[in-house]
């Protein structure tokens, strides 16, 4: 299990552990060696109804708890093509008076199976997403009305024929509490935000293998393996913390950061990750334009709060290559920290967008004090980039026209490297180092 004491770590130092982790335990094929004593494969969980998974995200109290909901009929299921469910278990079972529950199944190999809990007239749903084997158990994270929600868009996946196409990571990552919500009281939202989350990680995976990225097939399977296993440490940690709040807080952070470190214990440079993230996030904001406002917003708040953390990481890696003082990546590890605190709080766009403008604005400044050198060209090629006629205005004008995959990764890659030749011919007499830190911390700053 994946575990970060932040108090001692900067984010991108964090990042880096959790990354050599992933790297040391992707040795070992079992995500759950643990011996069930029995020829079936076993399922537990506990279920906690209508509280939300990760609704402590901003609170702090170790006091604060998720109910277990007793006497609830637990099965085991699979989801069909036609999206009905198969009951797999050889037996419903009962949650004891904490709502706990052991199910059975003589299921062996299968991933992403459905718990499913129903009492009286409520119904909860989990995917498993941890593969079941003969002989061991395996553990379903709390099931309630969140997990119902990322079992639905699930279904809707395998409906639509999908479901290989987006991971367990990003439905664990985007459907949070808020999210969930909209999926929960909308007929049509499911589909919606299936299709949102298939949109992003298509273009994901196309941009990866786009030149400027250069993410061959190799790395992308390391990847997806790591994030994989990040998924089922972190379900294997909720349900070990089921009953606590602010530890499911804590989990979902260090989950964020597993899903980083998968690519850099592939060998992908923590920038190069915040630069693909962010075409494919606008690639999912753009497709969430179809939702109510209130989903749309839940959908905005969920991936940019990623979003930033990946920029975050980039950025203080950047800073640390170009020799930053401890003063100077104190004050980098701040206005990140902000930039963070300030989107989770956000009750609107524009609170979120000036988030990014602050975090700019500091990024900006560090960067003119860390390569004092060259402050004044710093703000003019900055100035330059937003200007009426400057590369971030090309950009967006490139952006408004009809969505394709193909468009939105042209028009970014187009715009780094606009940035990365302006910054090139602009310091002049800079080391290949300084050239890189400049490049690299610009385009992470004018990334809002």
Known sequence: MLKINKSHFSLFQGILTISLLLIFSSCSKDDNPVDSGGANAKVTGKVTGDSGLYKSLQKTSDTESNLGVSGATVILAQVQADGSLKTVSTQSVQTDVNGSFTVETNVSGAQNLVVVATKSTSQWKAVVYSEVKSNSTVYCQPVNTQ????????????????????????????????????????????SQFASCLTTESQVRAQAS???????????????????????????????SHAESQSSAAQDFRTY?????????????????????LRVSSRAYMTQSAQLSSSAYFSASQSVNAYLALAIRSAAESKFQEAGASSTQMSSVTSAGAT????????????????????????????????????????????????????????????LSGTFSATLYINAYTSFYNALTTTVQTTLTGASSTQLSSATELLILANMN
Do not use: P
Not at 178 to 189: D, E, H, K, L, R
Not at 256 to 276: D, F, G, M, P, W
Not at 357 to 371: D, F, G, I
């Open 209 to 239: 293998s786009h030149t400027y990225f250069g993410i061959s097939n190799s790395q992308l399977q390391t990847i997806e393996n790591a994030r994989a296993q990040a998924s089922v440490a972190f379900q294997s940690s909720l349900n």
């Open 147 to 190: 997990t119902t929600a990322h079992a639905d868009v699930y279904s809707q996946m395998v409906v639509s024929g999908q479901a290989s196409l987006v991971s367990s990571a990003d439905l664990q990552m985007y459907l949070n509490s808020s999210v969930a919500a909209q999926i929960n009281s909308s007929t049509t939202a499911k």
């Open 339 to 398: 930039l963070s605190a300030s989107i989770s709080s956000a009750t609107t766009i524009s609170q979120m967008n000036d988030a990014y403008v602050q975090y700019h604005n500091s990024v900006v400044a560090q960067l003119k004090l860390v390569l004092s050198a060259y402050a004044s060209l710093i703000d003019s090629i900055d100035a330059s980039i937003n200007g009426s006629t400057g590369a971030k205005a090309t950009l967006n004008t490139a």
């Open 256 to 276: 964020q950061q597993a899903c980083i470190a998968a690519y850099t214990s592939a060998s992908v440079k923590l920038e190069t990750y915040a630069k693909l």
